[in-house]
T-cell receptor, first 115, second 109 residues
Framework: SQTIHQWPATLVQPVGSPLSLECTVE??????LYWYRQAAGRGLQLLFY??????ISSEVPQNLSASRPQDRQFILSSKKLLLSDSGFYLC??????????????FGQGTRLTVV | AQRVTQPEKLLSVFKGAPVELKCNYS??????LFWYVQYSRQRLQLLLR??SRESIKGFTADLNKGETSFHLKKPFAQEEDSAMYYC???????????FGSGTKLNVKP
């Protein structure tokens, strides 16, 4: 069966420090991968999505970047964190399947606090 | 541009009462609509999708293309239904999922 791992679960980083959040998927190949940010009162905001290795699209301009060095690995990064980067980050994957099988599967999330 | 709107941040009902969580969308095409649920200390998971026309845990949702709505309904709420509910859509390519701001459902005993 497919599983998604996301780490770390919580992270406290100072302003200006770099960031690297990692997500890996097991049990499937060539998945679509996503990074979302969940903010109170603002719901889930799609940050990045990827349909393949090194194929990444950004949905919103921001201080973050994403990379997909391997088929089932998705990394969210920043060179210098801002206070506004604090939030709950969710990684997700979906199959490139038929219409009936479309579904996004989510990781447990990372709570990032920038201080 | 696509948009999913959930007008209620919080909905409180008593156990056994009917519940309706509202969702409206805008999309230039024929989207697929979903409801996701996040129970306390659990990960976000799919509740139901409109194309399956299914009832999950007593919940149903009907896609109304004329009103661009996909409201989630349950005739008799249970305490275990208390959770955060998100409405979502994806487009023809099924590559991107867009979510609403979520509604917290609180079912009181």
């Amino acid at each position: 069966s497919q599983t998604i791992h996301q780490w770390p679960a919580t992270l406290v980083q100072p302003v200006g420090s770099p960031l690297s959040l990692e997500c890996t998927v097991e049990g499937t190949s060539n998945p679509n991968l996503y990074w979302y940010r969940q903010a109170a009162g603002r719901g889930l905001q799609l940050l990045f999505y990827s349909i393949g290795i090194d194929q990444i699209s950004s949905e919103v301009p921001q201080n973050l970047s994403a990379s997909r060095p391997q088929d089932r690995q998705f990394i969210l990064s920043s060179k210098k964190l801002l206070l506004s980067d604090s939030g709950f980050y969710l990684c997700a994957w979906s199959d490139k399947g038929s219409q009936q099988n479309t579904e996004a599967f989510f990781g447990q999330g990372t709570r990032l606090t920038v201080v | 541009a696509q948009r999913v709107t959930q007008p209620e941040k919080l909905l409180s009902v008593f156990k056994g009462a009917p519940v309706e969580l509202k969702c409206n969308y805008s999309y230039s095409g024929s989207p697929e609509l979903f409801w996701y649920v996040q129970y306390s200390r659990q990960r976000l998971q799919l509740l139901l999708r409109h194309i399956s026309r299914e009832s999950i845990k007593g919940f149903t949702a009907d896609l109304n293309k004329g009103e661009t709505s996909f409201h989630l309904k349950k005739p008799f709420a249970q305490e275990e239904d208390s959770a955060m509910y998100y409405c979502a859509l994806s487009g023809l390519s099924f590559n991107k999922f867009y979510f609403g701001s979520g509604t917290k459902l609180n079912v009181k005993p």
